[in-house]
């Protein structure tokens, strides 16, 4: 069984995220990586949650029936979205 290494090219592990990504700012999708698909997967899922917030575990995005080429580009939603804890179809930074 391989495992799935989710990396995310607009800011490193410990840093700040950028505002763009934040509700802060324009609150635009991360650009993603994805590697060590298995070969027989048809789709990926996505969760993203902050299991710092201040309120508790936050979701973020939720995402479903994503290709499993493995990017997913800045400001895009190649999936179908489900609702986050904003109570949107969105990414909600």
Same mark, same amino acid.
Do not use: D, M
């Given at each position: 069984m391989s495992h799935l290494v989710v990396t995310?090219? =607009?800011?490193t592990g410990g840093g700040r995220i950028p505002a763009q990504y934040t509700c802060d700012g324009a609150d635009v999708t991360l650009p993603l990586r994805i590697q060590g698909i298995p070969e027989? =997967?048809?789709? +990926?899922?996505l969760i993203v949650d902050d299991p710092d917030a201040p309120v508790?575990? *936050?979701?973020h995005w939720v995402l *479903?029936? +994503?290709p499993v080429h493995g990017t997913i580009e800045e400001d895009t939603t190649p999936g179908t979205q489900g609702i986050n804890d904003l109570g949107k179809r969105s990414y909600g930074g």
């Open positions: 995310r090219p =607009a800011f027989e =997967a048809k789709s +990926l899922v508790g575990t *936050w979701v *479903w029936n +994503l």
